[in-house]
């Protein structure tokens, strides 16, 4: 199977659906001197084409803008973690064969399309977080049930401040897809009026026969009733926006399993609040 | 504790407090009392600083806040239990709870959320939830009761903690104010339109609002006064 063509056919199918909704990346801070636990494969601008059988964490670091093509297998009960950081054109193949708790997190500037197929009977459970702030990210999550009793519940959340995110998500159930379940949905939440969030959630369904097909799309302002709110508990303009990603991080990475991802993953959450001027 | 004077507060040009003076002593449960629209939670959020067009003075322990803002009142110690709480998704209730909580460690702040949270028979099932997202009435006023005792203010402002309970409910939430005025000494300000609550608890004074503005004030004598006549009678020899 030719992922890369079934990447490409989809791109197609959605192009009519998205074509007015492309972001351009800036060539944004690379965060290039993290200090990345030795325990965590890391890929830095080039290519991976990787067979998973266990549970793997990976970090991506890109400050290119060529294209980049990652390709991941998954043949057994995994957990496998994604974190993109920097900026790029990156293109994520992922099958999953088996049972599968995915989690991608994206923080910097970037044009991102991830694929995502279940093959026969796959179990696939995916938790997406993207930290946008000042900078622009732009995502297609294309999710294709292709074989019968394949189940796929994709959860996207954007968190933006001073950015903007364009969240397009293509779910296609195939002919041979029955008794398969889908779920996009695709969540945002804007920190400030100068943000801008669009989602874009889209279902193709070739085969009705199915236990679920279901797709969203919300977003969500902190309006002035809910900042006053918590600034009669002590908290200021920035703290409240700390707390928000804080809160969306942690619980991100409340369900991997991977102490020394965790850990990097609050170093960086450190890094990023602290270090953005968010006013 | 506080005193207020001669407050006036307008809202979309209509003046909704007028002429307002109150005071609380320290270490007093004081008790406002009013029929619906008198302007009791409109000078609850005043008192937070939730408007900025006001003519009038507060001071807070001798100092004028007046013109401070929402989070400088809450830093010097007043707290305000909401009457509707707002939800707001995608803000873990735990986290929120670590951030306000005081304490030198995270696990002393766990600790201590947890603490609270079996002490006001709070489901922990809760914390994992969005703040205040898909809460009950009474889970909300619970809820606000915690925050109370995260936050450990000097004055709590504590808008209807009582609407919407069942007769067990309430008894539990008057315990948990009573118990916070004694362990902490502060002053409270309780703010209802029914006496029910006021039957479980120890109170210093009892202030009547109509109209925006307090037109009576006296002990809790009143309260029996308010449940015997109703609040027209004051209506009355108030026109």
């Known amino acids: 199977m030719d992922y890369v063509n079934l990447l490409l056919s989809l791109e197609n199918e959605s192009r009519e659906l998205f074509k007015r909704y492309n972001l351009d990346i800036e060539n944004k801070e690379t965060y290039s001197e993290l200090n990345i636990p030795k325990s965590l494969s890391t890929v830095k601008n080039s290519d991976l084409d990787k067979d998973i059988e266990s549970d793997s964490s990976i970090v991506f670091l890109y400050n290119e803008e060529k294209e980049h093509i990652n390709k991941i297998f998954v043949n057994k009960k995994s957990e496998i973690n994604l974190i993109f950081i920097g900026h790029g054109n990156i293109k994520n193949i992922v099958t999953n064969s088996d049972d599968l708790k995915l989690n991608i997190i994206v923080i910097g500037s970037f044009k991102l399309k991830n694929l995502i197929v279940g093959n026969v009977n796959s179990n696939t459970n995916a938790k997406e977080l993207i930290i946008c702030r000042s900078s622009n990210i732009d995502i297609t999550d294309y999710i294709l049930n292709y074989e019968e009793g394949s189940k796929i519940n994709f959860e996207t959340l954007s968190i933006i401040s001073k950015g903007k995110v364009f969240s397009k998500g293509y779910a296609k159930i195939t002919n041979k897809a029955i008794n398969s379940f889908s779920n996009l949905e695709i969540r945002g939440i804007i920190l400030d009026k100068e943000s801008q969030f669009v989602p874009l959630p889209h279902m193709n369904i070739e085969n009705a026969n199915v236990l679920g097909a279901q797709h969203g799309a919300s977003i969500l302002f902190l309006d002035e009733e809910m900042r006053k709110y918590l600034e009669s508990r002590g908290l200021n303009k920035k703290s409240i926006d700390q707390l928000y990603i804080t809160s969306a991080i942690d619980n991100s990475i409340s369900t991997i399993k991977n102490d020394e991802l965790k850990k990097f993953i609050d170093t960086l959450k450190d890094r990023i609040i602290l270090n953005v001027n968010i006013e | ?239």
Not at chain 2, 43 to 53: E, H, T, V
Not at chain 2, 161 to 169: N, R
């Open chain 2, 1 to 239: 504790m506080l005193e207020i004077e001669n407050l006036y507060i307008k809202i979309n040009d209509k003046e909704i407090i007028k002429n307002l003076s109150l005071k609380i002593e320290d270490n007093e449960l004081h008790v406002l009392m009013g029929p619906n629209g008198s302007g009791k939670s409109t000078l609850a959020k005043s008192i937070m600083g939730y408007f900025d067009n006001i003519n009038g003075r507060i001071l807070f322990n001798g100092l004028d806040i007046t013109k401070l803002s929402i989070e400088e009142r809450s830093k010097l110690g007043i707290f305000l239990g909401f009457q509707n709480p707002i939800e707001i998704e995608g803000l873990s209730t735990m986290t929120f709870l670590t951030h306000i909580a005081k304490g030198s460690s995270f696990k002393e702040k766990i600790d201590l959320i947890y603490s609270i949270a079996d002490r006001l028979k709070i489901d922990k099932e809760m914390l994992s939830r969005s703040l205040n997202f898909g809460f009950s009435g009474g889970e909300k006023k619970r809820f606000e009761i915690m925050q109370m005792y995260l936050l450990k203010p000097k004055l709590a402002i504590l808008d209807e903690p009582d609407s919407g309970l069942d007769v067990d409910s309430l008894k539990e939430i008057a315990k948990a104010i009573s118990d916070y005025k004694k362990e902490s000494n502060a002053s409270i300000l309780l703010i209802t339109h029914y006496s029910r609550i006021t039957n479980y608890l120890d109170i210093n004074r009892v202030s009547v609002m109509l109209n925006g503005t307090i037109v009576k004030s006296g002990d809790i004598n009143l309260i029996k006064e308010i449940e015997q006549k109703g609040y027209n009678y004051l209506v009355d020899s108030n026109v």
